[in-house]
T-cell receptor, first 112, second 114 residues
Framework: GENVEQHPSTLSVQEGDSAVIKCTYSDSASNYFPWYKQELGKGPQLIID?????GEKKDQRIAVTLNKTAKHFSLHITETQPEDSAVYFCAASPVNDYKLSFGAGTTVTVRA | SAVISQKPSRDICQRGTSLTIQCQVD?????MFWYRQQPGQSLTLIAT?????????ESGFVIDKFPISRPNLTFSTLTVSNMSPEDSSIYLC???????????FGSGTQLSVL
């Protein structure tokens, strides 16, 4: 089955700086890569996703890049704000298969 | 995205008892799933809730321990049976609309077993 590794496990950044989280996956059949943000006491929220026919996708301060050859994808948050503090999970699945394999999560703390 | 309501939001239970968690979606959805998130851990898929038929369980999860119902396209229940402290986790309902691969999660049920 798919194995998704996520690094780092914790990340502390100064407000206004950028944060980068990296994930690698093992199954070459995976071609859907979502990112979730989970705040304390809440369920995971889908914040951005990318499919294998796209190398990069941006949504305001959030961007995701995908290198299918190297089997890794990354989340980039620019101009971080205190409300970006949360646990972020990457995931992977084959297309048309909802069975996501999740990374272990990254706890992001934005220091004011 | 669909609005997903889970009840209860949290509960504290005694070992040996059972708890049924409800998941209600505000629109008909193709796919419904149940995930477990153990303390400080990632998400693990328990099963796919199939409408009108038995749920499909992932390796390590069995129907006797986690019976699931899905009577229609907007509602599902997960029961955690004969609970032990090891069952203390967040249980999450998730749905896929079928239009694409996007998966959305409910707010979760925080379960503590004493």
């Amino acid at each position: 089955g798919e194995n998704v590794e996520q690094h780092p496990s914790t990340l502390s950044v100064q407000e206004g700086d950028s944060a980068v989280i990296k994930c690698t996956y093992s199954d070459s059949a995976s071609n859907y890569f979502p990112w979730y943000k989970q705040e304390l006491g809440k369920g995971p929220q889908l914040i951005i996703d990318i499919r294998s026919n796209v190398g990069e996708k941006k949504d305001q301060r959030i961007a995701v890049t995908l290198n299918k050859t190297a089997k890794h994808f990354s989340l980039h948050i620019t101009e971080t704000q205190p409300e970006d503090s949360a646990v972020y999970f990457c995931a992977a699945s084959p297309v048309n298969d909802y069975k996501l394999s999740f990374g272990a999560g990254t706890t992001v703390t934005v220091r004011a | 995205s669909a609005v997903i309501s889970q009840k209860p939001s949290r509960d504290i239970c005694q070992r040996g008892t059972s708890l049924t968690i409800q998941c209600q979606v505000d629109s008909q959805v193709t796919m419904m799933f149940w995930y477990r998130q153990q303390p400080g851990q990632s998400l693990t898929l328990i099963a796919t809730a199939n409408q009108g038929s038995e749920a499909t369980y992932e390796s390590g999860f069995v129907i006797d321990k986690f019976p699931i119902s899905r009577p229609n396209l907007t509602f599902s229940t997960l029961t955690v049976s004969n609970m032990s402290p090891e069952d203390s986790s967040i249980y999450l309902c998730s749905v896929g609309t079928g239009a694409d691969e996007k998966l959305f999660f409910g707010s979760g049920t925080q379960l503590s077993v004493l």
